[in-house]
């Protein structure tokens, strides 16, 4: 199964953008990437998806690299509550249906 | 409202007993899921259904099992022959590949302690 490596952690100033870089070189290509964030102690809540294309939405913008091995999750102005860790994930499809498969996430600090 | 909850929320066991975790969704959903987090760690998917009667093991199914008689509800059973049991549980359900609806959706977790 394709995996992912993000950096373990990353501090932003309030009101900037938060850049969270994720690899994952051996995504086949059919495969998504998923961008999930947990805030302590919650279940995890999903942010955005794409497959090839960038993608955008109202919490966020996702820049996927044209060879597909890396990604770039952005929050375009990060604000305390956005303090989380976040998980860049391949979803696979198996068995016909899906497995999402998680790295270690990178935990965000966003500073005041 | 629509969604996916565990119970109960912190769970405590004695050392060698099994035990059994609760997650029901109102979703609609088929494909449920149950993971497993370490403190500090990824989550690591232990089982999953696609269907009702039917489940495959993920990375780490040894030491537990699971059910699927109803479509909402996905137990899952921590017996004594799982070494470390004590970690937070999560479950999470989706809709099946063919519907296009992407996304898998998460309960809040069971932090499960054995003593």
């Known amino acids: 199964d394709a995996k992912t490596t993000q950096p373990p952690s990353m501090d932003c100033a309030e009101g900037r953008a938060a850049n969270l870089p994720c690899n994952h070189s051996t995504i086949s290509g059919n495969e998504y990437v998923y961008w999930y964030r947990q805030i302590h102690s919650q279940g995890p809540q999903y942010i955005i998806h794409?497959?090839?294309n960038n993608e955008t939405n109202e919490m966020a913008s996702l820049i996927i690299t044209e060879d597909r091995k890396s990604s770039t999750l952005i929050l375009p102005h990060a604000t305390l509550r956005d303090t989380a860790v976040y998980y860049c994930?391949?979803?696979?499809?198996?068995?016909?249906?899906?497995?999402?498969?998680f790295g270690t996430g990178t935990r965000l600090k966003v500073l005041a | 409202d629509g969604g996916i909850t565990q119970s109960p929320k912190y769970l405590f066991r004695k050392e060698g007993q099994n035990v059994t975790l609760s997650c029901e969704q109102n979703l609609n959903h088929d494909a449920m899921y149950w993971y497993r987090q370490d403190p500090g760690q990824g989550l690591r998917l232990i089982y999953y259904?696609?269907?009702?009667?039917?489940?495959q093991k993920g990375d780490i199914a040894e030491g537990y099992s699971v059910s699927r008689e109803k479509k909402e509800s996905f137990p899952l059973t921590v017996t004594s022959a799982q070494k470390n049991p004590t970690a937070f549980y999560l479950c999470?359900?989706?809709?099946?590949?063919?519907?296009?609806?992407?996304?898998?959706?998460f309960g809040q977790g069971t932090r499960l302690t054995v003593v």
């Open positions: 999470a359900s989706s809709y099946p590949p063919w519907t296009g609806r992407d996304e898998a959706f």
């Open positions: 259904s696609q269907i009702v009667n039917d489940f």
């Open positions: 994930i391949v979803r696979v499809r198996t068995s016909g249906t899906y497995k999402y498969i």
């Open positions: 794409g497959l090839k």
